[in-house]
Structure formats: C-alpha cells, structure tokens
C-alpha cells in the first residue's frame, strides 16, 4: 500500500504540539482560492512511498519527538487517501507515537480515526452554507457534524479558521462562525485564527493557475475584532 506526499519535515509547534515529523498528503476536495500549497490539490503526485517505509521512518525518528512531538498527517488532504492514513494512524498509534491529523473533515465518517487520533485539528473556511460552497465547491453540512462529533468525544480539537478578507472576514461572517462553535464548544474545543498571508502566490504561479485572492490581509483592528468576538462567546483561542 502507498501513499502518496508532496513534502514532508520536522516542524516545532506549528502543526501539533513539540517537534513534529510531518507529511502533507496529496489530494484534496476543495478548492480554496488562497491554498497555500496547491501543488496537494491533485489526487496523484510525483512522490510516493510504501505505508510500511513510512512507518519505519517515523519510529526511526523517535529521538526527534521533543516536548511531546510525534507525527503529523496533513495536507492536502488527507482523508483523499483514507485506507492508507487509516492503517498508518492505527499502527503508529499502537506503538505509542503521538499522532495529530489536520484536515478539512469532509470524510464523513471521520470519527472512525478518532481513537487513532491524539490532536485533531479541523478547517472551517466559512459559516455559511451557500457562501461556503461557493469559495470551497463542497458542501458545509458534512463538516459541521464532523466538527460537532470531535467535540462530542474526541478529547483534544482544534479548530483553525483562515480568515481572508473579502471572503470570510465582514462582522457577520466573524460572528458567525462563534456562534456556530460556541454551540459547540466544550473542555476541548479550542478555536485558532490563521490570518492571511501570500506564502501560495508563488506556487499558483509556477503551476501556471491562477491566483484570484485580492486584498485578502486583515487589518489589525479587524484581527482584534475577530479575536473579541471569539472570547466574547466563550471559545478558548489559541495563537501560534
């Protein structure tokens, strides 16, 4: 079995807690105009590797897990390749190592990797069903009752929300997506801004697509309304 990945490396704290060794998996669903990395868009990339190589690279990388680090699957997407993240998270997890998994939760059975999970971070591009569609091309329901079962009974979710102005960033918008979590929210729900940046540009250029977001920065009065409106409704932020 293989799995098919576009990049992969260590990262301190920014994709799971300590020193991470992360892959970004290849495939995704949506469609987002400020990805950062549209070269994971395509179900098949250039670089694949046996689920068992994998495996043994990261056990073989123990001694890298500082401060409660482990693995990280992201993307991508990387529920687009379920059967091989499925085994891996359950082997990887069985022999102690820490895993984390970032993605969009369009997998609707996504609560099937739960117990194999031990951070779960979940992306939630916009609160409005019809708006959301049409920024990502897929539909908001799926998302929103995986968000709703993580809460439930997985027992650490993070919640991140790129905020771009001119898509998902007006009061309303920024009201909205609280009110959908606070809902929701519990001991376990943290919710992260990721503000806007261009890190992608350049990609979408090389790979000849173009790249549409316009004035898509936040100024520093709408992030800090947007952080208000967040403790405002009870929700637990994180900024790394």
Not at 48 to 56: A, P, Q
Not at 203 to 222: A, C, F, H, I
């Amino acid at each position: 079995m293989k799995i098919c990945i576009f990049q992969k490396g260590f990262n301190y704290s920014q994709d799971g807690p300590g020193n991470r060794l992360v892959y970004h998996m290849q495939g995704c669903g949506m469609r987002c105009p400020w990805c950062a990395n549209p070269e994971g868009l395509a179900v098949m990339g250039t670089h694949s590797i046996d689920v068992n190589d994998l495996v043994d690279e990261v056990l073989r990388s123990q001694s890298m897990f500082f401060d409660g680090g482990g693995v990280t699957f992201t993307g991508g997407e990387p529920t687009m390749q379920i059967d091989a993240l499925s085994h891996t998270l359950k082997y990887l997890h069985a022999q102690g190592i820490d895993t984390a998994l970032e993605t969009n939760a369009t997998y609707a059975n996504i609560d099937e990797l739960f117990p194999y999970i031990d951070h779960l971070m979940i992306d939630f591009k916009h609160p409005f069903p019809q708006k959301h569609k049409e920024i990502t091309g897929v539909p908001l329901y799926c998302i929103l009752d995986n968000i709703r079962k993580a809460c439930a009974v997985h027992p650490y979710v993070l919640v991140r929300i790129p905020l771009v102005n001119g898509y998902n960033a007006s009061p309303e918008e920024m009201k909205g997506f609280a009110l959908t979590l606070s809902e929701m929210k519990g001991q376990n729900l943290s919710v992260e801004p990721l503000w806007y940046h261009e890190y992608g540009r350049h990609k979408w250029e090389r790979l000849n697509m173009p790249y549409t977001v316009k004035d898509g920065y936040l100024t520093s009065e709408q992030k800090q309304e947007f952080l208000d409106i967040l403790h405002n409704h009870g929700l637990r932020i994180v900024i790394t």
